[in-house]
């Protein structure tokens, strides 16, 4: 409130523990901004966040603000785009394409849950909207607000070398206390054939129930099932356009790509051999999770909390309202359970698969699964009952769930910012990703042997590939990377710049330039 009062360019990083009051705390900010005419953008990662969100806006001051996001009509969009830019409007909550509107008078900004990955643009122009962001306060002189449980890596560095200001909430609001955290090790579990609920989860789960309270399952994965494969012969359904399988949605009764969104009804025969009652599916989604609950807990009234099903904002609202007037016992959702929602009577979280977000080559793999399962975590006794989390896991002696087990975030974060150091990745080094794509194979290989034989040779840089992507072919387009490891000295954009200036490309390959990459498929 002080930086807000002050005015100038400062970022101040609010972490705070789930629960903490860290959205009351920068509606207070927000208010010292209004009172000094001067306009405020708030970011969510995702606009399912904003439904509990604008009713707590609301209630603090007695309007709404404007919306900018993908799900608000065009007409809508056009007249909260004059109004910004003629500055009726004095507040804008969106997703992060509102950092581009007009503000005339722009005294504030708030990035609300600042690590989360979405904020990450890749199709098309590729730019990390936080720090564009602060990029943004900077350029107007002006206080910028970063919200977060589990700050990035990257925030956290900056706060250590002195660049952000922070501010601490430790505790809980009220009489609340942070949930107990208990890992589940599966290795030692005996699961029936088609269940993935462990024991304990079980147990934990029916005495929750008995005590008429709310229990989350979360599963960081749509569908019924992420495969499904022939018995017979093998066969295992993949999409035509991409070099990814097929994840079965049995209340559409279709076979869905989640990369290019192709879809197929479900077959009744083996489209390979022919056998009938031969398909069947491998491994758990939300929608076979629900149908497990059900088994188990007839009596249970379940949920699904996933982006499939939920229309819009609207959609999430009422879902919302639904659990805290306890219209239902059980939720079951992807990551868009994992945050900003509150439910009072909510005092079990069970995890199905903590090991899920450590499989593949992300750098940021053990951080982003930490923060998730941080986040999930917290959805747990945020009023006056206690909560408690099981994890079920592999891996427990992985650092991240012996971190998560014993609430020590900062120990894991001196653990992984040391680990990124000696590899010189960010944010102790920089990367950069050159993705070439052509709807032929061939032609993506031609380019890719040009851009390697002008790859640059400098001191502290160095280029990795090119090698085909993990998503070989995405939308119908075949796909190469190369990987830019530079050490924090060099000039990188310069060395990418003076590299692709010496290469020409055919018209129809794409080269896409991903400075700080998230995605590595």
Known sequence: VERVREGGFSVTVLDGVTGSGKTETYFAAIAA????????????????????????????????????????????????WRAVASGRARIVVGARSGLFLPFPELGLVIVDEEHDASYKQEDGVAYQARDMAVLRASIAEIPIVLVSATPSLETVVNVARGRYERVHLPRRHAEASLPKIDLVDMRSQRLEPGRFLSPPLVAAVGETL?????????????????????????????CPNCTAWLVEHRFTARLICHHCGYSAPVPALCPECLAT????????????????????????RTALMVSDLLMGPRAAAELADAMVAHRYDVLIGTQIVAKGHHFP??????????????????????????????????????????????LQTYMPEQPVMQALAAGDRDRFLEAEAAARREAGLPPFGRLAALIVSAGDPEA?????????????QLPGLAVLGPAPAPLAILRGRHRRRFLVKAERGVNLQAALRDWLGRVRVSGSVRLQVDIDPYSFL
């Open 33 to 80: 901004a209004l009172a000094a005419g001067r306009q405020v953008l708030v970011l969510l990662p995702e606009i399912a966040l904003g439904a509990q969100w604008l009713d707590r806006f609301k209630r603090r001051f007695g309007a709404l603000p404007a919306e900018w996001h993908s799900d608000v009509s065009q007409s809508t969009r056009r007249d909260t």
């Open 210 to 238: 008995a005590a008429r309270e709310q229990v989350l399952l979360f599963l960081n994965r749509r569908g019924y099932a992420p495969l499904t494969l022939c018995r017979a012969c093998g066969h295992r359904f993949q």
């Open 277 to 300: 009652g031969a398909l069947v599916p491998c491994g758990p989604g939300v929608e076979r999770l629900q149908e497990e609950v059900a088994a188990r807990f007839p009596e249970a």
């Open 345 to 390: 009577m909510l005092t079990l979280v069970g995890v199905v698969d903590a090991d899920l977000g450590l499989i593949g080559g992300d750098l940021r793999a053990t951080e982003r699964t930490y923060q998730l399962l941080h986040q999930v975590a917290g959805r747990a006794g945020r009023a006056e009952r206690p909560g408690r989390v099981l």
């Open 444 to 456: 993506a290989d031609f380019a890719s042997r040009a851009l390697a034989r002008a790859a640059p």
